[in-house]
């Protein structure tokens, strides 16, 4: 189906198309501004600052400020990067403690094999 604004559409007779999805149309002054925003900028600054009033108040009553949440969720994720390590450190154990069986089987099996 092909709709008005597809850039795949044929102009009509006698007039020319720009088309393309990079097209910049005059009439529409501000328009991607708009559709960027998802509003006209005024009413976009309204809303966000009424948003921020209710946000900040509700952090208030729970005694929260913006430097704790931040090092709230830097020792979060600094407790999640050292589990990581610790998880890798004792793979890295298990590693060693099976290689130290594995490999010395293996070498004593190939020498066997080659021996025949």
Request: aromatic content about 12%; proline content about 5%; overall charge positive.
């Amino acid at each position: 189906m092909i709709v008005e604004n597809d850039p795949r559409r044929q102009a009509p007779h006698g007039e020319r198309s720009y088309g393309g999805p990079l097209s910049f149309d005059v009439r529409s002054r501000g328009g991607a501004l708009r559709r960027f925003l998802g509003g006209s900028p005024a009413a976009v600054f309204m809303r966000l600052l009424f948003l921020s009033v209710l946000v900040g108040a509700t952090m208030a009553m729970f005694g929260l400020t913006p430097e704790r949440l931040f090092w709230h969720a830097y020792d979060t994720v600094r407790a999640l990067i050292d589990l990581g390590f610790s998880t890798f450190h004792d793979f890295g154990r298990w590693i060693i403690a099976g290689a130290l069986v594995v490999v010395p089987l293996w070498l004593i099996s190939r020498l066997f094999a080659v021996s025949r």
